[in-house]
């Protein structure tokens, strides 16, 4: 039983346009969420992350919104660029609960036309 | 700062071979994790360790699987013997110490390995 989902294996996105990547999770004791992008042939790069007791968190171009009441987050890249082409991955831990490892989605394959 | 190191980059063996693969994680980081990556499962941590010691490898598949910590700048996981649902991705990981719980993995460039 996947805990985080990704439901779109891919999404295109016009070059200047907004790309949004949706993940859920279903684990409520999750209270810590990352976003790894990964090119291929190279291991996933952290991107950007937020805490439970935020409901957004904004670095340049990347911004990540949390609902946790719906267990939904997304990312917001804005305005899409050709690099940003590339495997995204959602990821999740219960910090609290002594488990350090993350669970991750299956990635969404961010594909930027120009 | 070199980053995370993995050895080899790419492996391909025979069903029935030993299989080991090797992790550089960044000095200093007290966190090591080793992950794979299949079509199918996605991104699973497979085990991970603290200060050297493993602390939970429930996400080992079989006991063919082994992974060790001898010393603080290297890792193994070990397959014995391979068999070809074990081609996969293998990602090593390290993290600094945990302050509040929250601290970024850092990821090796990860080993691709290929068992016929």
């Known amino acids: 039983d996947q805990q985080v989902k990704q439901n779109s294996p891919s999404l295109s996105v016009q070059e200047g346009r907004i790309s949004i990547l949706n993940c859920d999770y279903t684990?409520?004791?999750?209270?810590?969420f990352l976003w790894y992008k990964k090119y291929p042939a190279e291991g996933p790069t952290f991107l950007i992350s937020?805490?439970?007791?935020?409901d957004k968190n904004e670095d340049g171009r990347f911004t990540v919104f949390l609902n946790k009441s719906a267990k939904h987050l997304s990312l917001h890249i804005v305005p899409s660029q050709p690099g940003d082409s590339a495997v995204y991955f959602c990821?999740?831990?219960?910090?609290?609960?002594?488990?350090?490892?993350?669970?991750f989605g299956k990635g969404t394959h961010l594909i930027i036309q120009p | 700062d070199a980053g995370v190191i993995q050895s080899p980059r790419h492996e391909v063996t025979e069903m029935g071979q030993e299989v080991t693969l090797r992790c550089k994680p960044i000095?200093?980081?007290?966190?090591l994790f080793w992950y794979r990556q299949t079509m199918m499962r996605g991104l699973e941590l497979l085990i991970y360790?603290?200060?050297?010691?493993?602390?939970?490898d429930s996400g080992m598949p079989e006991d063919r699987f082994s992974a060790k910590m001898p010393n603080a700048s290297f890792s193994t996981l070990k397959i014995q013997p391979s068999e070809p649902r074990d081609s996969a991705v293998y990602f090593c990981?390290?993290?600094?110490?945990?302050?509040?719980?929250?601290?970024?993995?850092?990821f090796g460039p990860g080993t691709r390995l290929l068992v016929l």
């Open positions: 937020i805490s439970s007791i935020k």
């Open positions: 684990n409520s004791m999750f209270d810590y």
């Open positions: 000095s200093g980081h007290d966190y």
């Open positions: 360790f603290n200060n050297n010691v493993p602390i939970d």
């Open positions: 990981a390290s993290s600094p110490a945990k302050l509040g719980g929250r601290e970024t993995q850092y």
């Open positions: 990821a999740a831990s219960d910090s609290g609960g002594g488990a350090d490892g993350l669970t």
